[in-house]
């Protein structure tokens, strides 16, 4: 992959391990650009959740430098600056939200970017009507279900009105129409560039213009996956299955 | 809110050790085999909340939480302190065996106080019960402050200056987890108001 | 992250029970909080040092841990010497300080840092597990003693489910400070925190109730003493009845003020 | 299905509903003969926990009888004793292990059977055995990998001396690995009947002779889904992926 002036997201041959621990990321080149929709998809623990946390910085790279818009991101407030642009989806939605009502959680971005009260309610607003879940504002959170909260999530970094959005696993443990419902989302946001890790092949097909796997710790880009459909043929019935 | 070992005089040592264990043995008196695992992990929570430090001007304090832990537990609050001032101990060696009963007393005696003072408060109107939050946050750390100081004094009367720094030095504190107290509760209220008192069976 | 930092130490104190070592420092740890003889609290301090010493501790970390004891000892030797009734030995303008002071901000010195190091040195050397199991053995009630080990054993899931709360309050740019909005997300984090323990306790119960859990806990832990630990016990209650004979002055060492 | 007289555990149109809420298990019929093995899949949210916990007793139902060997099973009291013979397997293995140490956790179960110290002990290092577990009874439970707890947690149960035993999503979480040494473990238990709830329907077929869905509260018996092979073909790459 080659850099180009419209690179929004550059990371340069980064590694990283834990203190005395196995190499998770190894020299690790990667560019993003503007409009870009590229699916990554990889064995369990080959790193790609450390890949999200290193881009914005939950956890320091060992070596190698991370670029946004060819500006070097080191200090940790050059991250603060990098994550009102990078959105980062969890895996579990319930690890992202903690407060009461959808409506807080969603607003919790916005305010700690210094929006004053007003401002950060009708943004939350916005978003929430974006993604049909108006209804949702004074719902617990808590409580909706596992499907509901995903796209609450969602919501919470929307609102932080990111460039660029970085989602782990997003249909893990989602239900069905949930997850055509997020594929339907995320063709519509036009505006966005985004980077999604999943298992879940069929999802990135309809999701991303690339897919790339990642193998011992790095993203291989010369070995592109393509797009193409599955014929199979059942002996018995149309019942839900999966297969491996 | 700990006082190290070595500090107290043999009697008030004594004292401590007499109220946690009059204390403690009542909490486990109530403290039926369905509610064993549910004290155990909210010691757990505790333990763990206790290690956040929040930002205070320049300064950081680490939360305290016994009013919310005496509105959650009541009497059970007793050994669930004791349990997470033994790891506190364990761990980062705050305290020791000896000064176990003091801090335990300091931490859990307001505790109950919180719980009989101001549960009750918690289902009336959405006001009152935020006053009540906040009071209860604020009460008992500033009773456990209170004793904390009267510790230290009884157990010799030369600690008065050090006594009423250390009380006084709570003060922020008190008003930081008064705070705390009333959006916590408001928080569980809101999601799962079965853990608060009054809404299942009693302590 | 939670960390045991001492406790996989190898060193003859291993060697030990928990049951030994639990009862040693329950014994020291008395007979020195009872003390108030300099000609005892020096030796304390000597002996809590040749103990951590044994132990072979990574001294860096030992310190460390003294650390936590700095700000109230600094406290103490700011104000006691000053504020102490007593016989005056210096007079700087206004402030006089007093012998009395001087020697009570010490001994509480040394009394302090001998028993952390002494708890240090013997109880957070060992799991929580193997501590709760010995204060079961020393008969504190089994009930607390199941409390216990289920903290013990759910504080670490716990702490990890903060960490990531907080991060994700990290990702969308919250920054600690002196205002209402910190302390409301503390609060929540907390809150939620609160919560999924609770609704995990419901599942653990639910689990130790398919197991045939009734009320009733039955340690599994014996403790096999052997004459090393027999002997260190001696050895401990050799210097405690020296250490209280010294201290009621039933016999006097060389004092050293 | 007919019960026959070597049914286990019978369900007669069990239902459940929570107070005020919908109903969650609607007149369910279900009987678990000697030496069945079957798998229920469903999707999310169909009420498979809630079939569990109501089998073991966990929650109440509304209405129906289970009967354990033609016994109805009523009173709490009767419910401990079925507990004893159905050992249930949580889906999150740190709910089952609520022991710091992996050997007093297995042996927790057959103390409170009234076993005394040194049976459970026996019976412990022989349930760890049978598991290829043995190094494991010193080990610390929260520092185990998710497999192992899993595999740990199924320890747990087994020394209970189940006749049945309850899978709930066995292999949630799990990396491949486990899962085939879960599988492996599964044929090897000859003196078991089960009943295993999963979303993957490779691991059904591993494990079970028989597979129904549920739908609507309900076990839909007469649907039997079939154990078949698929054959299909990738225009690109042996890249690991997943069909739904």
Same sequence: chains 1, 4.
């Avoid at chain 2, 956040?52 to 005496?70: C, K, S, T, Y």
């Avoid at chain 2, 928080?187 to 009054?198: A, C, I, N, S, T």
């Avoid at chain 3, 960390?3 to 639990?22: A, D, M, V």
């Avoid at chain 3, 006691?80 to 206004?94: A, H, N």
């Amino acid at each position: 992959m080659h850099q180009t002036h419209s690179a929004i997201l550059s990371l340069q041959k980064i590694s990283f391990h834990y203190p005395n621990g196995p190499t998770v990321i190894n020299d690790l080149d990667f560019t993003l650009n503007k409009g870009d929709r590229i699916g990554l998809t990889a064995p369990n623990g080959s790193g790609k959740s450390t890949l999200f946390h290193l881009i914005v910085g939950l956890l320091k790279t060992s070596s190698g430098r991370i670029l946004c818009e060819d500006q070097e991101i080191i200090k940790e407030e050059d991250f603060r600056q990098l994550r009102r642009r990078v959105g980062l989806l969890f895996q579990d939605a319930d690890d992202q939200l903690f407060f009461p009502t959808v409506l807080e959680d969603v607003a919790f971005g916005p305010l700690n970017l210094g929006k004053s009260k007003e401002e950060a309610l009708t943004i939350s607003h916005q978003v929430l009507q974006r993604l049909e879940l108006v209804d949702f504002a004074d719902r617990i959170t808590f409580k909706l279900s596992g499907g509901e909260k995903k796209l609450v999530a969602l919501a919470t970094v929307l609102a932080m009105e990111p460039d660029v959005l970085l989602l782990d696993e997003p249909t893990a443990g989602l239900d069905h129409k949930t997850k055509l419902r997020l594929i339907e989302l995320l063709n519509n946001f036009t505006d966005l560039t985004y980077l999604i890790v999943s298992h879940e092949f069929d999802f990135l097909t309809a999701t991303t213009n690339h897919i790339y796997t990642m193998e011992n710790g790095t993203i291989l880009v010369d070995e592109e996956l393509h797009i193409h459909h599955h014929e199979h043929a059942h002996r018995s019935g149309q019942q839900p299955h999966r297969h491996i | 809110m700990h006082i190290a070992e070595g500090v107290l005089s043999g009697p008030v040592l004594a004292a401590g050790f007499a109220i946690t264990v009059v204390g403690v043995g009542i909490g486990l008196k109530k403290l039926d085999f369905e509610h064993i695992a549910e004290t155990g992990m909210m010691a757990a929570a505790f333990f763990v909340a206790s290690l956040v430090h929040v930002p205070i001007g320049p300064a950081n304090v680490h939360l305290i939480l016994n009013g919310v832990v005496g509105l959650l537990l009541g009497w059970a609050a007793f050994p669930a302190i004791a349990t997470a001032l033994l790891l506190q101990a364990v761990f980062f060696q705050f305290g020791g065996f000896t000064s176990l009963g003091v801090n335990t007393a300091i931490m859990a005696l307001p505790a109950v106080a919180g719980y009989y003072l101001f549960a009750p408060l918690l289902n009336k109107s959405p006001k009152i019960a935020a006053g009540a939050a906040f009071a209860c946050g604020f009460t008992a750390v500033m009773l456990g402050a209170l004793l904390l100081g009267g510790a230290l004094f009884l157990s010799d009367e030369n600690f008065l200056e050090v006594a009423s720094i250390a009380v006084s030095a709570h003060i922020p504190v008190m008003i930081i987890e008064g705070f705390i107290t009333l959006f916590c509760i408001g928080f569980l209220k809101k999601v799962r108001p079965e853990m608060l008192p009054g809404k299942e069976n009693s302590p | 992250m939670l960390q045991e930092t001492f406790i996989s130490q190898k060193s003859l104190i291993q060697n030990l029970t928990p049951w030994t070592r639990t009862l040693a420092v329950i014994i020291s740890s008395t007979v020195i909080a009872l003390s108030n003889n300099l000609s005892v609290l020096l030796p304390a301090l000597g002996t809590a040092l040749l103990l951590v010493s044994v132990a072979g501790l990574d001294f860096r970390q030992v310190g460390r841990r003294l650390l936590v004891l700095s700000g109230f000892l600094l406290m103490i030797w700011l104000i006691l010497p000053f504020t102490y009734q007593g016989q005056i030995v210096w007079r700087i303008s206004f402030l006089s300080v007093s012998h009395e002071g001087l020697l009570a901000a010490t001994r509480l010195t040394l009394k302090t840092c001998s028993m952390l190091l002494i708890f240090l040195t013997l109880i957070s050397t060992m799991s929580t597990a193997d501590l709760a199991h010995a204060l079961h053995s020393l008969k504190i009630p089994a009930k607390l003693v199941l409390l216990l080990l289920i903290t013990y054993r759910y504080i670490f899931l716990i702490e990890d489910e903060l960490q990531t709360l907080l991060r994700a309050a990290k990702v969308r740019n919250f920054k600690p400070g002196t205002t209402l909005h910190c302390y409301r997300t503390y609060a929540y984090l907390l809150g939620m925190l609160f919560v999924r323990a609770a609704e995990r306790a419901q599942r653990v119960h639910q689990a130790m109730l398919c197991r045939g859990f009734n009320g009733r806990f039955h340690s599994l832990r014996e403790y096999h003493n052997r004459s090393l630990d027999y002997g260190f016990l001696a050895l401990v209650s050799i210097i405690a009845v020296l250490m209280t004979l010294c201290e009621w002055k039933v016999i006097t060492l060389p004092t050293l003020f």
